[in-house]
């Protein structure tokens, strides 16, 4: 009789069978553990995407795509956007409870100690051309942590983990705004201790020593959501690009570079900007959205609806949802004052009905993303289109410490190492170049 918590598999050439044990997650569906399946059988298994495949266990961050659910450490993602703020969300994430009044100020205090950078860092910066994409910069400089965080940076020491965690989530803002000031031409600006997370980002983007900035608390409030939206997805591309770095025990700067670069592909994060661009060529050709709608359904044609479409969400991203309703009300009560983002934001809108209400687009589950908002809401915020991704980034960067903290903290962590199934030439004797 076989255990009732696992499968047995019959290999059907060879009439062996082999029992494999079900695991038990606290949501989500049960799941065959294969990992003595090649000793058993001898055979690997195929799944290009990690379409059905569990790569890791975590405690961090639950989702639903079939219902739409999206959970950290347990609390729906509605109820953070709407009571939690981003730094309150980083802590619960990092550390996997909601923070104490005390807990929070220590928080904050300690990311107030680490959102400078070194001077030398600086150096990093005038490397890269001057009109360097931000997302280029942000791999580079923060990789570039690595050489000043190395020697006292112990991957098997739990503190030693928090220290990078927090230097990172208080350093993030900081390199971001200065990877767009570089290309700007413009001087750093450097944090401020006595205002938020999302607020001085803003602060060290748009102010200029010559005239005060004042943030637009609505503007801070906007980010801090799209924040929180954006801080863990669980084993996306770049998350698991963070773990497969990380598990080799690499420095948690250099891993975190990977993770940005995952991110920065507009099938990823870079879908936000990819967004903006879509609308602009949309607006700037002579055809119409029927057009760029049959070329979005043509298999011959590469062109995709960008902002549409998720790997996991089937029925609606609740982050969406969210950030949909900060946009309308955004776009509602904030007239866009230059014509040229009216006329995208126009089209946006007109381009978010027509594809709801289309037979390929409602029969194959294809939604507007998280991506196809937040990049509306960037542009009417007046935030550079190169920017877009690295706020997603910045976002991002307590989710993938957070990943990489729990993977390292793992005693029974092992080197990340896919198989392969390999379709190349069989063994050939080498030809000397005279006879090729
Ligand atoms: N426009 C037109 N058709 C699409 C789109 C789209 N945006 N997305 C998927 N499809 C079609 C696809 O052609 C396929 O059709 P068929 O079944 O006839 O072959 C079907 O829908 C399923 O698509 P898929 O490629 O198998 O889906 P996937 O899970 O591999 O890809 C995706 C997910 C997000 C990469 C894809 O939907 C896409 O490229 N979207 C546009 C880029 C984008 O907005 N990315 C941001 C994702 S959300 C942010 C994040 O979490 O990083």
């Given at each position: 009789m076989p255990n009732k918590d696992s499968v047995t598999l019959i290999?059907?050439?060879?009439g062996k069978e082999v029992e494999l044990d079900l695991l038990k997650p606290t949501s989500g569906p049960m799941t065959i553990d294969i990992s003595r399946l090649y000793k058993e059988l001898g055979y690997f298994t195929y799944d290009p995407g990690f379409?059905?495949?569990?790569s890791c266990w975590s405690n961090i961050t639950y989702l639903d795509g079939g219902k739409g659910i999206l959970e950290y450490r347990g609390y729906p993602i509605e109820q953070l956007a709407e009571k939690s703020t981003f730094l309150e969300t980083c802590y619960l994430l990092l550390n996997g409870d909601l923070p104490g009044k005390n807990e929070l100020e220590a928080f904050q205090e300690k990311i107030n100690t680490h959102n400078m950078l070194h001077e030398q860092l600086k150096t990093f910066y005038s490397?890269?051309?001057?009109?360097?994409h931000p997302m280029a910069t942000m791999v580079g400089v923060v990789g570039a942590l690595s050489a000043f965080y190395?020697?006292?940076?112990?991957?098997?020491?739990a503190s030693d983990r928090m220290d990078a965690a927090h230097r990172l989530i208080a350093k993030m803002p900081t390199i971001a705004a200065w990877s767009y000031r570089y290309a700007m031409g413009m001087p750093f600006v450097q944090p401020r201790n006595d205002l938020g997370y999302a607020e001085n980002f803003l602060h060290m983007m748009f102010s200029m020593p010559s005239s005060e900035y004042k943030v637009d608390p609505t503007m801070a409030k906007a980010l801090d959501i799209i924040l929180i939206l954006h801080a863990d997805h669980e084993q996306n591309a770049s998350t698991s690009t963070v773990r497969l770095a990380g598990s080799?025990?690499?420095n948690p700067f250099a891993v975190l570079a990977s993770g940005i670069a995952s991110l920065w592909g507009p099938a990823h994060g870079g879908a936000n900007e990819a967004v903006i661009q879509m609308l602009t060529e949309i607006n700037e050709?002579?055809?119409?959205l029927a057009h760029f709608i049959d070329r979005a359904k043509?298999?011959?044609?590469?062109?995709r609806l960008m902002g549409f479409g998720h790997r996991v969400y089937k029925n609606y991203d609740p982050r969406a949802k969210i950030i949909r309703e900060i946009c309308h009300e955004m776009l509602e009560n904030n007239p866009v004052s230059n014509p040229e983002h009216q006329a995208l934001l126009d089209t946006a809108m007109e381009l978010e009905k027509i594809a709801l209400e289309d037979d390929y687009f409602k029969s194959r589950n294809l939604y507007p993303n998280v991506d196809f908002h937040s990049g509306i809401i960037f542009l009417g915020m007046g935030i550079?289109?190169?920017?877009f991704t690295v706020l997603f980034a910045l976002g991002r960067t307590v989710g993938w410490v957070s990943q990489w903290n729990e993977m390292m903290g793992d005693p029974k962590g092992k080197i990340g190492r896919p198989r392969q199934l390999y379709t190349g030439e069989s063994t050939r004797d080498y030809k000397e170049i005279t006879k090729r």
């Open positions: 290999d059907n050439r060879t379409m059905a495949t569990a490397g890269f051309r001057r009109d360097a190395h020697d006292d940076e112990d991957v098997h020491d080799s025990q690499a050709s002579d055809k119409d043509d298999k011959e044609d590469r062109f550079p289109l190169n920017m």
